[in-house]
């Protein structure tokens, strides 16, 4: 990978292999996959290396990469109700 985001292809990661988390149910809802370093498709938090989202239901199947320092940052402000206005 030279600069730029990355990408599940950059990476090498089966997305069909990885452990799927649900915010709830039906089209729409927010999936959440941890890899590990090596693009172990079931890393635990504490291992994760990159995060995976994808919307479920997405027809193109558009999966977005956060490595685990912007994912941290992103639960920070989740914690913090930086959020909480979107959510209303």
Do not use: N
């Not at 990476?11 to 149910?25: C, E, F, K, N």
């Not at 199947?61 to 994912?71: I, M, S």
């Amino acid at each position: 990978m030279t600069g730029g985001k990355p990408t599940v292809e950059s990476l090498d990661i089966d997305v069909s292999a990885a452990h799927w988390q649900r915010s709830g149910t039906g089209d729409g809802a927010i999936e959440i996959a941890l890899v590990g370093p090596a693009g172990e498709a079931d890393a635990d938090q504490g291992d994760a290396e990159w995060v995976l989202m994808r919307i479920s239901g997405d027809a193109d199947g558009r999966v977005l990469v956060y490595d685990r320092y912007e994912w941290e940052c992103f639960l920070d402000g989740v914690r913090a109700g930086e959020f909480d206005a979107a959510a209303s």
